[in-house]
């Protein structure tokens, strides 16, 4: 498995994302109250260590991986799927490209 983020940091991470959803009263939501809920209830003590705690750490790094991938996802649709459609001198600008120009310095023919 691979190396984890510390659980503190895994929730704030988790935290961070629901203030970028939800805006500045995400305290309220439900979801932070379930967040909250539940890396209390799996907190770490000096007496107890557990697969359940270890798995429910998994979990939330897992949820914060889903949550930035999506938060991300979001971010580039919006970027290239916004604008509608794009003519080919545009398209090939955004990877870098020219289009080729016939010899009397003229562009391709509509």
């Known amino acids: 498995m691979a190396s984890l983020s510390p659980p503190l940091r895994v929730?704030?991470?988790i935290l961070k994302e629901l203030r970028a959803?939800?805006?500045?009263s995400y305290k309220q939501s439900l979801a932070y109250n379930y967040v909250m809920e539940q890396?209390?209830?799996n907190k770490v003590?000096?007496?107890?260590?557990?697969?359940?705690?270890?798995e429910a750490h998994h979990d939330s790094h897992t949820y914060l991986c889903l949550l930035m991938s999506t938060r991300s996802h979001?971010?580039?649709?919006n970027?290239?799927?916004s604008k509608g459609e794009r003519?080919?001198?545009e398209v090939a600008g955004l990877v870098g490209l020219r289009m080729p120009t016939q010899p009397?310095?003229?562009g391709w023919e509509k």
């Open 79 to 81: 970027l290239y799927h």
């Open 104 to 106: 009397g310095g003229k």
């Open 74 to 77: 979001l971010v580039l649709h």
């Open 21 to 24: 959803i939800q805006g500045p």
């Open 87 to 89: 003519s080919p001198e």
């Open 45 to 54: 003590t000096g007496e107890r260590y557990c697969r359940a705690q270890l």
């Open 11 to 13: 929730c704030r991470g």
């Open 39 to 41: 890396f209390r209830k």
